[in-house]
């Protein structure tokens, strides 16, 4: 059983949009909510993330939106530009547990 | 460079044969997790240590798989007898502290059986 589902499964947007990515949960113990961004043969790299007692939380360009009642938690990445190109992970935790990770969402920025 | 260090980055071998992954993760952090990730999959949970104690392993886990911790510092993942299935990304990442916040993952180790 998927703990964490993501979408949309890939994402095309031109240099300066916005890029919306979707994640939902179910288990509400989770406490801690990441997420990656991954390069081809890289491992991934934590972006941002949010704990569930705030709905939002912006670093530069990237900003975590988090609905506790609707279960639901997106990245918004603005202006995106083509070195934002890569696959993005969304995942939770819960405390003494383990990070379970959404399916991936494949980004493309057109220049 | 301070960030999580895996070896090797990558290991081709036959069908049946050992293998020994290594982690060293991020100075002073308890939590390690060992991953696995397919190619276009989110990465996949193994299992766990809180210092040297293995804390969690998945129910997906074969018995062939198995790793250590010892004295809490670097860790090794070996499969036994691998199958072309085991081909995959594996991932390591650490953590400071049982909340596991801020985990970092390293390069992983591409693993392919032939």
Not at chain 1, 26 to 53: S, V
Not at chain 1, 69 to 74: L, M, R, V
Not at chain 2, 16 to 24: I, S
């Amino acid at each position: 059983q998927q703990q964490v589902k993501q979408s949309p499964q890939s994402l095309i947007v031109q240099k300066g949009g916005i890029s919306i990515i979707n994640c939902a949960y179910e288990n509400t113990a989770f406490d801690y909510f990441p997420w990656y961004q991954q390069f081809p043969g890289k491992g991934p790299a934590l972006l941002i993330a949010i704990r569930p007692d705030v709905s939002e939380k912006k670093e530069g360009r990237f900003t975590i939106s988090f609905n506790k009642s609707a279960k639901q938690f997106s990245l918004h990445i603005m202006d995106s530009q083509p070195g934002d190109s890569a696959t993005y992970f969304c995942a939770a935790f819960a405390t003494g547990n383990q990070f379970y990770f959404g399916t991936g969402t494949s980004l493309t920025v057109i220049p | 460079d301070t960030g999580v260090s895996q070896d090797p980055r990558h290991k081709i071998t036959k069908r049946g044969q050992n293998v020994t992954f290594r982690c060293d993760p991020i100075s002073e952090h308890n939590r390690l997790y060992w991953y696995r990730q397919t190619l276009g999959q989110g990465p996949e949970f193994l299992t766990y240590f809180q210092n040297e104690a293995q804390l969690e392993k998945s129910r997906l886990l074969s018995d062939r798989f198995s790793a250590e911790r010892p004295k809490g510092s670097f860790s090794t993942l070996e499969i036994q007898r691998t199958e072309q299935g085991d081909s995959a990304m594996y991932l390591c990442a650490s953590s400071l502290g049982s909340s596991g916040t801020e985990a970092f993952f390293g390069q992983g180790t591409r693993l392919t059986v032939v």
